[in-house]
Protein backbone atom coordinates (compact mmCIF):
# COMPACT_ATOMS: atom_id res chain seq x y z
CA UNK A 1 0.00 0.00 0.00
CA UNK A 2 2.33 2.68 0.91
CA UNK A 3 4.33 1.92 -2.64
CA UNK A 4 1.14 2.35 -4.61
CA UNK A 5 0.56 6.07 -2.55
CA UNK A 6 4.14 6.77 -3.05
CA UNK A 7 3.44 5.91 -7.36
CA UNK A 8 0.44 8.33 -6.92
CA UNK A 9 2.76 11.04 -5.15
CA UNK A 10 5.37 10.37 -7.99
CA UNK A 11 2.50 11.11 -10.80
CA UNK A 12 0.93 13.68 -9.59
CA UNK A 13 4.24 15.17 -8.56
CA UNK A 14 5.51 14.76 -12.36
CA UNK A 15 2.31 15.91 -14.34
CA UNK A 16 -0.13 17.74 -12.12
CA UNK A 17 1.32 20.83 -13.39
CA UNK A 18 3.48 19.67 -15.66
CA UNK A 19 2.16 21.54 -18.90
CA UNK A 20 3.03 19.79 -22.20
CA UNK A 21 3.19 21.19 -25.83
CA UNK A 22 0.69 20.67 -28.39
CA UNK A 23 -0.92 21.99 -31.33
CA UNK A 24 -3.50 24.76 -31.13
CA UNK A 25 -5.68 26.74 -32.85
CA UNK A 26 -6.27 30.67 -32.85
CA UNK A 27 -9.08 32.77 -31.86
CA UNK A 28 -11.66 30.66 -29.93
CA UNK A 29 -10.22 27.74 -27.49
CA UNK A 30 -12.05 24.50 -28.01
CA UNK A 31 -9.97 21.84 -25.20
CA UNK A 32 -9.72 18.55 -25.74
CA UNK A 33 -9.74 16.28 -22.34
CA UNK A 34 -8.77 12.80 -22.65
CA UNK A 35 -9.12 10.03 -20.19
CA UNK A 36 -5.91 8.14 -20.80
CA UNK A 37 -4.84 4.80 -19.70
CA UNK A 38 -0.51 3.88 -19.17
CA UNK A 39 0.27 0.87 -18.39
CA UNK A 40 3.16 -1.46 -19.24
CA UNK A 41 0.75 -4.16 -20.78
CA UNK A 42 -0.76 -4.39 -24.06
CA UNK A 43 -3.98 -3.09 -25.45
CA UNK A 44 -6.84 -5.65 -23.70
CA UNK A 45 -8.74 -7.60 -26.12
CA UNK A 46 -12.34 -6.59 -26.94
CA UNK A 47 -11.93 -2.88 -26.46
CA UNK A 48 -11.74 0.11 -28.93
CA UNK A 49 -9.36 2.23 -27.06
CA UNK A 50 -6.73 3.53 -29.65
CA UNK A 51 -2.77 4.62 -28.76
CA UNK A 52 -2.11 8.07 -28.01
CA UNK A 53 -0.74 10.41 -30.50
CA UNK A 54 2.67 9.68 -30.46
CA UNK A 55 3.87 13.24 -30.05
CA UNK A 56 1.80 13.05 -26.79
CA UNK A 57 2.82 9.84 -25.71
CA UNK A 58 6.88 10.35 -26.42
CA UNK A 59 6.21 13.57 -24.14
CA UNK A 60 4.48 11.40 -21.60
CA UNK A 61 7.12 8.49 -22.09
CA UNK A 62 10.21 11.03 -21.22
CA UNK A 63 8.38 12.14 -18.32
CA UNK A 64 6.54 8.94 -16.27
CA UNK A 65 7.05 5.34 -16.49
CA UNK A 66 4.58 3.66 -18.80
CA UNK A 67 5.46 2.15 -21.88
CA UNK A 68 1.94 2.04 -23.90
CA UNK A 69 -0.48 4.98 -23.33
CA UNK A 70 -4.12 4.11 -24.30
CA UNK A 71 -7.54 7.20 -25.02
CA UNK A 72 -10.25 5.13 -23.69
CA UNK A 73 -12.48 8.58 -23.99
CA UNK A 74 -12.27 12.05 -25.69
CA UNK A 75 -13.99 14.93 -25.11
CA UNK A 76 -13.92 18.45 -27.18
CA UNK A 77 -15.76 21.53 -26.63
CA UNK A 78 -15.47 25.30 -26.57
CA UNK A 79 -14.68 27.41 -23.61
CA UNK A 80 -17.86 29.61 -22.64
CA UNK A 81 -18.55 31.51 -20.06
CA UNK A 82 -20.48 28.85 -18.13
CA UNK A 83 -19.31 25.96 -16.62
CA UNK A 84 -19.47 22.48 -17.71
CA UNK A 85 -19.08 19.00 -16.76
CA UNK A 86 -19.33 15.48 -19.05
CA UNK A 87 -18.16 12.06 -18.38
CA UNK A 88 -15.29 10.48 -19.68
CA UNK A 89 -16.30 7.14 -17.28
CA UNK A 90 -18.18 5.54 -15.16
CA UNK A 91 -15.52 7.15 -12.24
CA UNK A 92 -14.36 9.84 -14.05
CA UNK A 93 -16.28 13.04 -14.63
CA UNK A 94 -14.50 16.51 -15.68
CA UNK A 95 -15.74 20.24 -15.00
CA UNK A 96 -14.38 23.41 -16.45
CA UNK A 97 -14.62 26.25 -14.75
CA UNK A 98 -13.97 29.92 -17.01
CA UNK A 99 -13.17 32.64 -14.17
CA UNK A 100 -14.17 35.50 -16.70
CA UNK A 101 -10.40 36.43 -16.30
CA UNK A 102 -8.62 34.10 -18.83
CA UNK A 103 -8.38 31.22 -16.78
CA UNK A 104 -10.00 27.78 -16.61
CA UNK A 105 -9.98 25.31 -13.57
CA UNK A 106 -10.50 21.94 -14.19
CA UNK A 107 -11.72 19.52 -11.80
CA UNK A 108 -11.64 15.79 -11.52
CA UNK A 109 -14.98 14.08 -10.15
CA UNK A 110 -15.63 10.39 -8.86
CA UNK A 111 -19.21 10.07 -9.71
CA UNK A 112 -18.83 7.22 -7.17
CA UNK A 113 -17.67 8.79 -4.22
CA UNK A 114 -19.64 9.55 -1.11
CA UNK A 115 -19.42 12.91 -2.40
CA UNK A 116 -19.39 12.91 -6.21
CA UNK A 117 -20.59 16.82 -6.25
CA UNK A 118 -16.96 17.37 -4.85
CA UNK A 119 -13.94 17.30 -6.70
CA UNK A 120 -11.17 15.06 -5.91
CA UNK A 121 -8.77 16.97 -7.73
CA UNK A 122 -8.78 20.18 -9.48
CA UNK A 123 -5.78 22.46 -11.50
CA UNK A 124 -6.25 25.58 -12.96
CA UNK A 125 -4.70 26.41 -16.69
CA UNK A 126 -4.55 29.96 -18.32
CA UNK A 127 -6.58 29.72 -21.81
CA UNK A 128 -3.85 31.82 -23.01
CA UNK A 129 -0.89 29.05 -22.66
CA UNK A 130 -3.68 26.43 -24.02
CA UNK A 131 -3.76 28.77 -27.41
CA UNK A 132 0.00 28.59 -27.60
CA UNK A 133 -0.22 25.01 -27.50
CA UNK A 134 0.50 24.18 -23.97
CA UNK A 135 -1.58 21.77 -21.94
CA UNK A 136 -2.19 20.09 -18.11
CA UNK A 137 -1.99 16.39 -17.62
CA UNK A 138 -3.88 15.29 -14.46
CA UNK A 139 -2.90 11.44 -13.19
CA UNK A 140 -3.71 8.64 -10.30
CA UNK A 141 -3.29 4.79 -9.66
CA UNK A 142 -5.85 2.75 -11.44
CA UNK A 143 -7.70 1.35 -8.87
CA UNK A 144 -8.46 -1.68 -11.04
CA UNK A 145 -4.93 -2.71 -11.76
CA UNK A 146 -1.95 -2.87 -9.82
CA UNK A 147 1.27 -0.55 -11.41
CA UNK A 148 -1.09 1.03 -13.76
CA UNK A 149 -2.47 4.65 -14.23
CA UNK A 150 -5.34 6.94 -15.41
CA UNK A 151 -4.29 10.13 -16.95
CA UNK A 152 -6.74 13.73 -17.75
CA UNK A 153 -4.85 15.32 -20.58
CA UNK A 154 -6.47 18.53 -21.06
CA UNK A 155 -5.53 20.01 -24.22
CA UNK A 156 -6.38 22.75 -26.64
CA UNK A 157 -8.26 20.82 -29.58
CA UNK A 158 -8.90 21.29 -33.48
Known amino acids: MTQRVGLLARILAAV ?10 AGEVVVRTQLVWGTDGARPAGKDYRELNSDMRTKLINNL ?11 EAPVTKDP ?15 DGKGLVEVQIFNPM ?11 TVSLDS ?29
Do not use: M, Q
Not at 113 to 123: G, I, S, Y
Open 130 to 158: LKKGHGVVIGSNSKDRWDDAWLVIVTAGD
Open 65 to 75: RWKNYFVVKSH
Open 84 to 98: CRFSLSERCSVGLRP
Open 113 to 123: AAKPTEPVFTE
Open 16 to 25: ASCFLAWGAS
